[in-house]
């Protein structure tokens, strides 16, 4: 009965070394960041938006930075209340080469909404205005605020739903991808 | 993937609220089944309980550990509700630590109470599965086959309905089924299967961390999980070990 069972357990773990073996990733199966996805290991989806002055601003064009993609609007609690942590930390990094795209669900809100938003907390960097929803679907928007963190090959490196972020996640996050080598 | 309810300031996510209703009927199936393994089923919700306070606890004190440069500049981050602030492999270190303390202190035999745990750990796994089929973690590698999912711009491998099927399987098999003979042969027998098909469904996912020219790292580790599972069972079934009696 003992033998028996040692010579099963034996079999069974021999059997796991030769399915590792046949299921190595050898094709470049798992994605490696080459599919455009709102996810985590994935390419950042790519897309072009006005500022609210009427500026372009394409996300593949910022390739070789770091940037922060955060998708709000100015009717949403938790937007307002991290978005002194944005300014700090933009204030903080920008010489180091950090960008922040906040991204405004204008579909969900109103131009006049925004720029009282963006004068009361003196928004330092691009604000985006995403008229038709265009990067809410892209983004599967489910929640506001939602906060991907793009590496400078353009793979999100975190997605970050809901908030409000506390300064201090922000801060490590952009000290790790800030400490990344450029591609 | 499922949606995120906002509720105020928090986005409570399904994900989440999947491994909320897991934690509840884990507790609800251990406690029932108590009895089987001779153990009060209050002291198994206070050690699910406790360990629980000591893996959220302490892996908010790891990532402060951890991201201490962070958190300097605002200090009072570390009270935040946002649940990013968390390290995984301190909380679970911390709630391990907890628990042992928690079983030492209240008298707790070592392999019964982890066979009293059983069903709970087991129905952790179905929760999980459900986490990742909310969240999109997990995800499959890209498939032909009828039965894939349009996920993430591809055609993939549902693995999270894989994972969610073979952790109800378990759970059916082993976290529901009384006792066996030798203490701590359930809890390793549970260890053995979801380390066996972890190994197995690894295989079909989209996200996994290569090593060597392809290896897949979770197979690996799985593979360790399951030796020492068999090894273990091996020895509680010889009788070379004897069970740890508080």
């Known amino acids: 009965m003992q033998s028996t069972r040692r010579i099963w357990f034996a079999g069974i773990l021999v059997l796991g070394l030769v399915w590792i073996g046949l299921s190595a990733d050898r094709l470049g199966e798992s994605t490696n960041g080459l599919t455009p996805a709102p996810q985590k290991g994935f390419l950042a989806p790519d897309f072009t938006l006005e500022t609210m002055s009427g500026q372009k601003v394409t996300l593949s064009d910022l390739r070789g930075q770091v940037v922060v993609v955060n998708l709000w609007a100015s009717w949403c609690g938790p937007c307002r209340l991290e978005m002194p942590a944005f300014k700090n930390i933009y204030e903080e990094y920008k010489d180091r080469g950090l960008v922040i795209l906040a991204v405004n669900s204008t579909s969900q809100d109103t131009p006049s909404a925004v720029e009282a938003f963006v004068a009361e907390f003196q928004l330092p960097f691009t604000v985006l205005m995403d008229y038709d929803g265009t990067v809410a679907r892209l983004y599967k928007l489910s929640a506001l605020p939602t906060t991907f963190f793009v590496g400078r090959d353009g793979v999100i490196r975190r997605a970050v739903i809901g908030g409000p972020l506390a300064e201090s996640t922000l801060r490590a996050e952009i000290e790790s991808l800030l400490a990344e080598e450029t591609p | ?246």
């Open chain 2, 1 to 246: 993937m499922f949606p995120v309810i906002q509720l105020g300031p928090l986005a409570i996510q399904s994900a989440g609220l999947f491994l909320l209703a897991s934690i509840w009927i884990g507790m609800t199936l251990t406690e029932k089944r108590a009895a089987h393994s001779g153990l009060k089923s209050d002291s198994l919700d206070s050690l699910i309980l406790l360990s629980l306070f000591g893996l959220l606890a302490g892996g908010r004190l790891a990532y402060a550990a951890l991201h201490f440069d962070s958190l300097r500049a605002s200090p009072l981050d570390i009270f935040s509700l946002n649940t990013s602030l968390f390290d995984l492999t301190g909380g679970l270190a911390a709630g391990f630590i907890v628990a042992l303390v928690y079983g030492q202190r209240k008298g707790l035999a070592f392999w019964p109470t982890l066979d009293a745990l059983t069903p709970f750990f087991a129905t952790m796994m179905v929760g999980l599965g459900a986490s990742h089929l909310a969240s999109g973690d997990a995800f499959g590698k890209e498939t032909s086959l009828p039965w894939g999912i349009e996920l993430f711009g591809a055609v993939r491998h549902p693995s999270q309905v894989y994972e969610i099927a073979t952790a109800l399987f378990i759970l059916n098999l082993i976290g529901l089924r009384k006792p066996f003979s030798a203490a701590g042969v359930q809890f390793l027998a549970f260890l053995a299967w979801t380390a066996g098909a972890s190994l197995f469904l690894e295989a079909f996912r989209g996200d996994s961390t290569l090593i060597f020219g392809g290896l897949r790292l979770g197979q690996i580790f799985a593979w360790i999980v399951l030796a020492a599972a068999l090894v273990g069972v091996e020895r509680l079934q010889s009788g070379m070990v004897v069970n740890e009696q508080a």
